[in-house]
């Protein structure tokens, strides 16, 4: 992985160790690349920026392209059933490659 790609990936691993819905994975993948502020675990930037990830923009289009780019490459899992996802505990390789 590229070196200047690993300290985001890294973040993403930290935040999404347990499964999150789609929205919330969306919203830590935006804190981990710097376009939304850092919540202090109570989700009041969450429901702050949640109308910027539920509505059809350019934003929310990336965050979610890039969630499903995320799965392809295997660096996180996806419940199709639970519509749920979490980082890939499995990854630690392709972190390295």
Same mark, same amino acid.
């Not at 499964?19 to 930037?45: N, R, V």
């Not at 969450?46 to 965050?63: H, I, Q, W």
């Given at each position: 992985?590229?070196? #200047?790609? =690993?300290?985001? =990936? ?14 919330? /994975? $969306? @919203?830590?993948?935006?804190?981990? #690349? ?7 675990? *109570? @989700?009041?930037?969450?429901? +702050? ?5 539920? /509505?059809?923009? =350019?934003?929310?289009?990336? #965050?979610? +392209? /890039? ?10 899992? $996806? ?11 499995? *990854?630690?390789?392709?972190? #390295? =490659?």
């Amino acid at each position: 992985m590229d070196s #200047l790609l =690993a300290p985001i =990936a890294g973040a993403l691993k930290e935040n999404l160790l347990e499964w999150e819905d789609p929205d919330i /994975t $969306a @919203y830590k993948l935006g804190i981990c #690349l710097g376009l939304f502020q850092p919540d202090d675990g *109570s @989700y009041d930037q969450f429901r +702050e920026y949640k109308g910027v990830l539920c /509505t059809d923009n =350019a934003a929310s289009m990336f #965050l979610y +392209e /890039t969630i499903d780019r995320l799965v392809v490459l295997g660096l996180l899992e $996806a419940d199709k059933k639970k519509y749920k996802y979490r980082w890939n505990p499995g *990854s630690e390789d392709r972190l #390295l =490659a």
